[in-house]
């Protein structure tokens, strides 16, 4: 009867270390899921970069295709004016709010 006890405990204790490596081990379920998670992460990071990069790929594709878009980015960007026109610059009245 005591064997059998013994027996029983030891193969609780063995399935107990068994299990121990399969739910806390470098690569047991808590790591798996973790490493799910990152990966899932990273996937939303690609996609939103990869949504950026074709942003810029039809900017870089208008900038080299066209005057027109580099004339636009040197305005809004640079500030720059074309020759013949007249740049007028308007400043609201010191106090007032500026309107939404």
Known sequence: ???????????IALLLFI???FW????GYFAARALEE???E?????LA???????????????KDGFDAVEARARTDLGMVAEGET??????APGADPQP
């Open 38 to 40: 990152e990966v899932a």
């Open 42 to 46: 990273q996937e939303r990071r690609a």
């Open 24 to 27: 806390f081990g470098e690569s």
């Open 87 to 92: 740049f007028y610059l308007v400043l609201d």
């Open 1 to 11: 009867m005591k064997s059998v006890k013994f027996l029983a405990v030891l193969g």
């Open 49 to 63: 970069l990869g949504e950026r990069n074709r942003a810029l790929a039809g900017e870089v594709t208008a900038l």
């Open 19 to 21: 299990l121990q490596g």
